[in-house]
């Protein structure tokens, strides 16, 4: 399965489902282990952990595999990695059985959730490599001004260029664009009968980023903000040019993702993130392409973030083995390591300059992530942003404030429940 940073709006969709879970008595939590054994003292010896992670594919699960062998080799100590076939339904699960995994794979958006009913251990802030996360990454993972989980990787939002149509309109490298004027001119430019000049999906996991260059956001400093003049702002200059056509969504062009619409020719533009290098290289291997940071909003420059952590079980009986085993995974080595291996970008800043001269094709994409903002990850908030999106999809028929202003209540009700 894909994670969060990946398919943002199927993480966003799966975690009510997760979480009604975790709220119920489920039968097999799917990990081994006696019934009793959280009841037992644990035996001395070499810790023993279980891992368990929503793997991408054989080339993440071999990946982390190989890392955690690497770790227990070193360390005198035996670890189990499991790639989930359902990681939100297993974990839920495992926790609603008194079994969860050690440490595990943890979205940005169900995080608080298992935060605040204590089944997380905040032992973040305690790692050596603490201040090396991208501080908006680390706000994600933070609850109650704690620290919870490291953050594994992250994933931004750039502005995708197809090289050809590019080439063939007559546009050069001087008119990659910086402002949302720019934007505008070279979307119609690349706008023919068979080819949008951009196409992307309509969700506020793509349209957010907008709002963020404005200067806003659903929440700011944890009071909701859906309906600041920044957003109506940004929805506008999105609604004009889905007006124009030269922006198209990809209901329109008939994609199931952006990546489809860009790799089948339809788009010549798209905002994705740096998992659509892994699929243009799969599925559309001769598509030439290049990444441009998104251009300046009204607010300078913005874009979106997306991430998860390594969550480690309050109750887990060999916890300080977790910690090291956490550290050594986000040690900056080894998230290179891993971003070759399958394509992620390291969550620590002191990586930064590694990734970008490992993959220059994508470093655009790292080169945003000290101005990225991260999707709210409050109680309540994943499901104001499952309406959300259900709204934005007719977005190019609706008033902007208006659309907001229902947004704002809704977000205001589920942070103050």
């Not at 054994?37 to 644990?42: A, C, L, R």
């Not at 990787?153 to 050069?172: Q, R």
């Not at 655009?364 to 934005?392: C, H, M, R, W, Y």
């Amino acid at each position: 399965m894909r994670m969060s940073h990946r398919r943002p709006r199927r993480a966003a969709l799966a975690a009510g489902a997760a979480l009604a879970l975790l709220t119920t008595a489920c039968g097999g939590s799917g990990f081994e282990g006696d019934e009793n054994s959280n009841d037992s003292e644990k035996d001395s010896g070499p810790a023993s952990l279980e891992i368990l992670i929503g793997s991408s594919g054989p080339a993440e699960t071999d990946a982390v595999t190989a890392a955690a062998d690497k770790w227990a080799k070193d360390s005198g100590n035996e670890v189990e990695v499991i790639a989930a076939t359902d990681l939100n339904q297993q974990l839920s699960q495992g926790f609603a059985a008194n079994k969860p995994p050690d440490v595990f794979y943890l979205s940005s958006d169900t995080f608080a959730e298992y935060a605040s009913n204590g089944s997380l251990l905040p032992y973040a802030g305690d790692l050596e490599n603490a201040d090396d996360f991208y501080p908006n990454l680390a706000e994600a993972f933070t609850f109650d001004d704690e620290f919870y989980c490291a953050p594994k990787d992250f994933s931004t939002l750039g502005l995708v260029i197809n090289s050809d149509a590019w080439e063939k309109a007559g546009l050069t490298d001087d008119d990659i664009p910086t402002t949302w004027d720019e934007l505008r001119e070279v979307a119609k430019t690349l706008t023919s009968d068979k080819q949008a000049g951009l196409v992307t999906s309509t969700e506020y996991q793509r349209l957010g980023a907008f709002m963020a260059e404005a200067g806003g956001g659903l929440v700011t400093d944890g009071e909701a903000t859906a309906d600041s003049e920044a957003n109506v702002e940004a929805l506008e200059f999105v609604k004009s040019m889905l007006e124009e056509d030269s922006w198209q969504t990809i209901g329109d062009v008939g994609a199931g993702w952006g990546g489809e619409a860009f790799g089948t020719g339809k788009a010549a533009m798209t905002v994705e993130g740096n998992w659509i290098a892994g699929a243009l290289k799969a599925d559309f291997p001769d598509v030439k392409y290049q990444v441009a940071p998104l251009p300046e909003g009204p607010d300078g420059q913005g874009t979106l973030s997306f991430t998860n952590c390594w969550g480690i079980a309050q109750d887990s009986e060999d916890a300080e083995a977790a910690q090291d085993l956490v550290s050594f995974l986000t040690s900056a080595d080894q998230q290179i390591e891993f971003a070759k291996a399958f394509g992620v970008m390291p969550s620590v800043q002191s990586a930064a300059d590694a990734y970008a001269e490992e993959f220059p094709e994508l470093a655009a994409f790292v080169e945003q992530g000290e101005v990225a903002q991260t999707v709210p990850n409050q109680p309540g908030v994943t499901e104001v942003i499952a309406d959300l999106n259900s709204k934005l999809e007719s977005l190019e028929k609706s008033e902007p404030a208006d659309l907001l202003a229902d947004v704002q209540e809704n977000l205001s009700s589920a942070l103050q429940d």
